[in-house]
């Protein structure tokens, strides 16, 4: 039987998801667990390129077009990758999966939660992550975070402070739905007090 796991880091832009991920990296291989440290949209070559598009500042993408976008990059990560990595038995640490969808698309695009779960539903054959890890900040906190920041803003990035302030109220609602999936870590504190946090959300599993 696979011992493989798939860990999600949520949040949103600016609470610290990569820095937290990388930390679990170094951690959990501490621990001689054999991890992989995957991103979203992205992760394989194919959906790599859809990650150049969507993030496109000089491009106008629709919100539709945009959840499906993410969602057929979401398809080829899981299918190339995800999928053979867990049952191998690997620890797949994922910055950003489905969840990411239903808050920006789903809740700040104003597409409906249930209904972007659906294309997800399909392009991810229903895969469900064991632990997702919801990174929560202020929203203005992390606008200024991202804006400190050396590269440009991408195109979501750029967006208006109540798109984010929907983002995290999203966010809240898939915590709700699913408390023992989604675990909450308040990531306004030091870099090494979120990786702690972290750990001991996912004790169990280990």
Do not use: C
Not at 12 to 33: F, P, W, Y
Not at 177 to 197: K, M, N, T
């Amino acid at each position: 039987m696979s011992t493989g796991r798939l860990i999600t880091i949520e949040g949103i832009d600016g609470a610290g998801k990569t820095t937290l991920a990388r930390g679990l990296e170094a951690a959990l291989a501490g621990r001689e667990v054999d991890v992989r440290l995957l991103r979203e949209p992205g992760g394989v070559t194919a959906a790599e390129r859809v990650r150049a598009l969507v993030k496109d500042p000089r491009l106008q993408i629709g919100a539709r077009a945009e959840a499906l976008l993410y969602a057929a990059a979401r398809a080829q990560l899981v299918e190339e990758a995800i999928m053979p990595l867990l049952d191998a038995g690997t620890w797949i640490l994922l910055d950003r999966f489905v969840d990411s969808s239903l808050a920006y698309q789903g809740a700040a695009r104003g597409l409906g939660i249930d209904a972007v779960a659906a294309i997800n539903e399909f392009a991810t054959h229903g895969l469900r992550p064991d632990r997702t890890l919801l990174l929560t900040i202020d929203p203005q906190l992390g606008r200024v975070r991202s804006h400190e920041r050396a590269e440009g803003l991408d195109r979501l990035e750029r967006e208006r402070d109540e798109f984010f302030e929907a983002v995290a109220a999203g966010y809240e609602t898939l915590l709700t739905r699913d408390p023992r999936r989604v675990r909450r870590i308040d990531a306004s504190g030091s870099a090494e007090a979120v990786l702690a946090a972290a750990l001991d959300e996912l004790a169990d599993l280990l």
